[in-house]
């Protein structure tokens, strides 16, 4: 099981807990966007500093260095717990365009579990992501796992699958997650592109995709 790094630790300790019960590796996964790298490149760049909320432009250099040191915060943070929990784990650092390094990870693994920014707990929502021929009935078994560290809605991102085979998937998570109110927070989505796979990562929860 892989698990993307987004500068919380939240979705970390779920990611391991479930790891540990599944009998699991635990790969830590940072994707430098390459998007984000070529628009720092922009002349027309900038940004705004938190939390002095001031301007300047976007720099390559400086957001690569920012870049790193999150990897380093992210690989250290994973190989404390996996010490802690006694797991099997890995780090690994990926630049390229977001749908193509998941479509590998995913590819190389069963699933990619994704998470916002965040230090809370529990996480306001969460994303998993695997392709189409994964057993439904070992994701389902992951997102009763996760679902305590999560208040709010769980996506399961099916890569690589057209939008009705989506709808077939999300049919079939109700029925094996039964009568309880996880069933409901459940969304099965079939991103077409990259742009469509960025959208819905990030669309807040609770709101049409």
Known sequence: MQQTWHAGDALLRASAGAATRMN?????????DINLLNLAGMPFASEVCFPSATRREMDVSRLENSLRALAGEAQRALEAIARRTDLRSSFRVARGHLLAELLAAASATDVVVAGALSRISPLPELSVVCLAGVSRARIAALIEELAPWVRGRITIVVLETALDTARSWETEFRELLGS??????????APRNQQDLERQLRHPAGQAA
């Open 24 to 32: 699991t590796e635990l790969t830590g996964l940072f994707i430098e």
């Open 180 to 189: 309880g109110t996880l069933q409901h927070r459940v969304r099965v989505l």
